[in-house]
């Protein structure tokens, strides 16, 4: 692939591990980010392989901002199983995604990417 495109999204999100090392987290919050790599073959006249605008709003509409994970998925939301999900998620509106990226904060994170 040629090109990789990304695109970066800041969310407030709130959450709490249900199996952290056995016993419950308490609820907490970060400053999320967001990352989707996808793969573009082509670019269009303008010089684009995807409009960053148009991805940049899916991720707004799946991604609310100020939510308790907990309360939009039904398992335990680590940025391992967010990156997993968001993943799953995005790929079926852009099947060319390579791979997603999410900090829990500034030096903490986890990709997924499915081979």
Not at 3 to 29: C, M, N
Not at 71 to 89: C, G, H, T
């Amino acid at each position: 692939m040629p090109w990789r495109v990304i695109v970066k999204r800041q969310f407030s999100w709130a959450h709490y591990l249900t199996d952290y090392h056995g016993a419950p987290e308490p609820v907490h919050g970060h400053t999320w980010t967001v990352e989707i790599h996808l793969d573009a073959k082509e670019v269009d006249r303008g010089g684009m392989g995807f409009d960053f605008v148009e991805v940049d709003g899916f991720l707004k509409e799946l991604l609310p901002d100020y939510t308790l994970l907990n309360q939009l998925v039904d398992f335990s939301p680590s940025a391992e199983n967010m990156a997993q999900w968001i993943y799953r998620k995005v790929k079926e509106k852009y099947p060319s995604l390579c791979k997603v990226v999410v900090w829990e904060k500034e030096n903490c994170g986890a990709e997924y990417w499915e081979e």
